[in-house]
């Protein structure tokens, strides 16, 4: 179990701990635009400071204002910028080009307030629709397909790559790599409504074969219920029509359930057929277990309000405790 | 003049007593932050371990708890005098023993209660306990 207190320093969402090559230059940026600005304000106070010092004095030899005005005002900036802009032209063009020609595609549509991520299948090329967590394998190009399904969101993991915006009915992309395993946190970074500050994720980058045991995993249909429990836990889910907004595929999309007309694929909200293996629910808003479960079940306008899902008040607490058990079992 | 003067001395004597009841607030603010940490009713129990179990465990999620970050949740009581209520979970009495129980436990305690049992070990029940009774 982690907190913001005991997280490792790769889950900081930091752009100071850069974890891929573009991370890497955007990192140099920041501290060349740091130091340089630090050193020229530290200069200008300090001419500032002598001027100031000249001035009291009677007997100050004449400064040479033409020196100073062609010099500090017009040869120094020219000098500095045109470095600059050689420099940074030259580093930029070592960015990943931002293309999906040879890298893992993921799609990923933003919402208000969370991310669904959907892969392709390898075996079969159906869709793995996923939330709020972008696993990626180590060291491999990867593209995120971006586009959002409401109103303007951007998507930011700063420990790998730049920002990029989510803009509804159009496809946007940006190319991801993490050099070292780990866990980045990215969130939200485009004003989106009330739940803007809790609409986070983590992009978890694994070896290549714990990617692929991982996808071929979450490709499979929710684990059955095999407890009286759980399957007291997996009633309660359809008599409280969750598949209104939620699929558990093998659930929701059983035979007896489209018998009875009860939407198959709903995409209102997260597909939570693998919900238990995620580290986190309401898009990084809390730990993922059966006590948090039970919590955003019971109100998650307490939680966090304003969010799409409706309290519920007719559930007696065995049965919550049921289906948050039986959503912690679907790993 | 005079009145300006007599109202400038008048506007320093209420700042220095301002300035003097703040000072008291926050020395007996912090005298009671210690004192709540210093005793406590569960033995082999720390209160400041308890709070930051309580953090992670996230029980803030459901409940209102002083001095724990977390959403505040509403779907639980708000434990702001968990430590001096009488009984706990509605006529269970709030003895250390039974807290430690029902920590670990809640729906063996209380059968229908909606609060799942998240697999609290004995020790951190122990310390959590220790930190419900600091919260009067």
């Known amino acids: 179990m982690s907190t913001a207190n005991t997280a490792p320093l790769s889950e900081l969402q930091s752009v100071l701990h850069p974890a891929g090559a573009d991370a890497a230059i955007i990192h140099q940026f920041s501290w060349v635009l740091f130091v340089g600005g630090t050193i020229i304000f530290v200069a200008v106070m300090a001419l500032l400071a002598l001027a100031m010092r000249r001035g009291m004095q009677k007997d100050a030899r004449p400064v040479r204002p033409m020196l100073w005005i062609f010099g500090g005002g017009i040869v120094f900036p020219v000098v500095v910028l045109t470095a600059l802009l050689t420099w940074s032209t030259w580093r930029s063009v070592e960015l990943a080009p931002q293309t999906s020609h040879q890298a893992l595609t993921i799609s990923v549509t933003g919402k208000m307030w969370w991310w669904e991520v959907r892969y392709r299948d390898p075996a079969n090329g159906r869709e793995i629709v996923s939330a709020n967590e972008i696993v990626i394998p180590v060291g491999e190009s990867v593209y995120l397909g971006l586009t959002a399904s409401d109103v303007i969101h951007s998507l930011w993991v700063p420990a790998l790559a730049g920002k990029r915006d989510m803009i509804p009915g159009r496809v946007t992309g940006l190319n991801l790599r993490a050099d070292k395993p780990g866990v980045y946190r990215g969130q939200c970074a485009e004003y989106c409504g009330e739940q803007h500050a809790r609409m986070a994720f983590h992009v978890i980058a694994l070896p290549r074969p714990e990617f692929d045991a991982w996808l071929a995993r979450q490709a499979a249909p929710g684990l059955a219920a095999d407890t009286q429990l759980l399957q007291r836990g997996r009633a309660a889910f359809l008599e409280q029509r969750c598949q209104a907004c939620h699929t558990i595929r093998g659930v929701t999309d059983s035979p007896e359930n489209m018998q009875q007309q009860i939407a198959d694929t709903s995409r209102l909200g997260p597909d939570l057929t693998h919900v238990g293996s995620r580290r986190t629910i309401g898009a990084a808003t809390l730990d993922n277990h059966r006590g948090t479960l039970a919590g955003w079940i019971a109100d998650p306008q307490a939680i966090k309000p304003g969010v799409f899902m409706p309290p519920s008040n007719d559930l007696d607490g065995e049965t919550l405790r049921a289906l948050a058990t039986y959503l912690e079992h679907l790993k | ?136």
């Open chain 2, 1 to 136: 003049m005079r009145n300006l003067y007599c109202h400038y001395e008048r506007f320093r004597r209420v700042l220095r007593t301002v300035a003097l009841l703040s000072c008291v607030t926050l020395v007996s603010a912090c005298h009671q932050n210690d004192a709540s940490t210093e005793t406590s009713r569960v033995p082999g129990g720390d209160p400041e371990r308890g709070r930051l179990l309580t953090q992670q465990y996230q029980c803030a999620a459901c409940h209102f708890i002083p001095n724990v970050q977390g959403a505040n949740g509403d779907a639980g009581p708000s434990l702001e005098y968990m430590g001096r209520l009488s009984y706990i979970a509605g006529g269970i009495p709030n003895q250390p023993e039974n807290m430690i129980r029902f920590l670990q436990n809640p729906p063996a305690v209380k059968p229908g209660t909606l609060m799942p049992a998240l697999g609290i070990s004995d020790e951190e029940a122990r310390h959590m306990a220790a930190y419900m009774y600091t919260l009067r």
